[in-house]
């Protein structure tokens, strides 16, 4: 059973950076980022290949945030800039067993626990 741990998350005001980091316990290929701000669904946010050359982004996002991997590291991250309030929510790190995993959260096998981004405005 692979673990993932996130990091990186805090408050920060609007137009600020924050950078999450997701590290593994194990081998993972695809991964993604999902968020759930309160009272809505959990949505897409980023998502990445096993190799890096695959990445899609939610349109909310997309110029804004960028996800990346290191695999010798086994971990990836999310770069988050130009931060805006409705970008607050409790974002979770996911990883699967597939290359690529995409946009379903039923693409992935393994989530984390979530780490709490607040934008400020």
């Known amino acids: 059973q692979v673990q993932l741990v996130e990091s990186g998350g805090g408050l920060v005001q609007a137009g600020g950076s924050l950078r999450l980091s997701c590290a593994a316990s194990?081998?993972?290929?695809?991964m993604g980022w999902f968020r759930q701000a309160p009272g809505k669904e959990r949505e897409f946010v980023a998502a990445?290949?096993?190799?890096?050359?695959?990445?899609d982004y939610a349109d909310s996002v997309k110029g804004r945030f960028t996800i990346s991997r290191d695999n010798a590291k086994n971990t990836k991250s999310l770069q988050m800039n130009s931060l805006k309030p409705e970008d607050t929510a409790v974002y979770y790190c996911?990883?699967?067993?597939?290359?690529?995993?995409?946009?379903?959260?039923?693409?992935?096998?393994?989530w984390g626990q979530g780490t709490q981004v607040t934008v400020s405005s």
């Open positions: 996911a990883a699967g067993k597939r290359l690529y995993c995409g946009r379903q959260s039923n693409g992935y096998d393994y």
């Open positions: 990445i290949s096993w190799n890096g050359e695959i990445t």
């Open positions: 194990g081998r993972t290929y695809g």
